[in-house]
């Protein structure tokens, strides 16, 4: 099972930018879709943006136009690059890894079978 370690979570300010960083382990995660989801104190884990093992994107309404997804295989790393953040993005934030390889990136957290720990993203208001 790859094993993910997620950085550069923060304290922003409303209308400032992070880039959040996913290291896998193992070179094999290149043919997997990724994903990055979150969860605020209180709330139920959602989806934020997703890449395939391809490089098709997919994002959440609410961060469609702020956040980038990107890949990159020959450092094994996945990215979230976060712009225009709002006190709303406040939230832990998490990598995972799809169960299969080979598929489109997808929304739905049951498709991820891998998961990191999770960085901690605050803004200020």
């Known amino acids: 099972q790859v094993q993910l370690v997620e950085s550069g979570g923060g304290l922003v300010q409303a209308g400032g930018s992070l880039r959040l960083s996913c290291a896998a382990s193992e070179r094999t995660y290149n043919n997997y879709a990724m994903g990055w989801f979150r969860q605020a104190p209180g709330k139920e884990r959602e989806f934020v943006a997703a890449?395939?093992?391809?490089?098709?994107?997919y994002y959440s309404d609410s961060v469609k136009g702020r956040f980038t997804i990107s890949r990159d295989k020959a450092k094994t790393t996945v990215s979230l690059q976060m712009n225009s953040l709002k006190p709303e993005d406040t939230a832990g934030y998490y990598c995972a890894a799809h169960r299969e390889r080979f598929t489109s990136a997808s929304s739905d957290m049951s498709d991820f079978g891998s998961w990191g720990q999770g960085t901690q993203v605050t803004v200020s208001s």
């Open positions: 890449i395939s093992w391809d490089y098709s994107t």
